[in-house]
């Protein structure tokens, strides 16, 4: 399982990240205030690390293969603030998801 932020490393209003791999849903589930269960819709939740609020996100599903990477994949809305950012990727880190290095998320992609 792979994450990035998609946005600029920046103090703005939003912040974007990317993760995909086998299992990222289900993985990224266990942190949300309400599992969700429905794809390509999208859904406001809390963030939840260790019991502590990280932020209040809008999350959205993607069921592979009708993805980008055409495995199962998840994208995060949340505020843009440098803190909550660093926040998030600690989250993901300690989900089990390793940084993506460039060209990951294109690599499976057939055009």
């Known amino acids: 399982m792979i994450f990035a932020l998609a946005t600029p490393v920046a103090q703005s209003a939003l912040a974007i990240f ?3 791999g086998s299992g990222c849903v289900d993985s ?9 269960s429905s794809y390509r819709e999208v859904c406001l939740r809390d963030i939840l690390w260790e019991g502590v609020l990280v932020d209040r996100c809008s999350v959205v599903f993607y069921q592979g293969p009708k993805s980008f990477t055409g495995e199962d ?4 809305f949340c505020h843009g603030g440098l803190p909550v ?4 990727a600690s989250v993901f880190l300690g989900l089990g998801f390793e940084e993506a290095a460039p060209g990951d998320f294109s690599r499976s992609v057939h055009f």
């Open 85 to 88: 950012i660093r926040k998030l």
């Open 73 to 76: 994949s998840v994208e995060v």
């Open 28 to 36: 990224f589930n266990s942190v949300l205030s309400e599992p969700i």
């Open 18 to 20: 990317r993760a995909s």
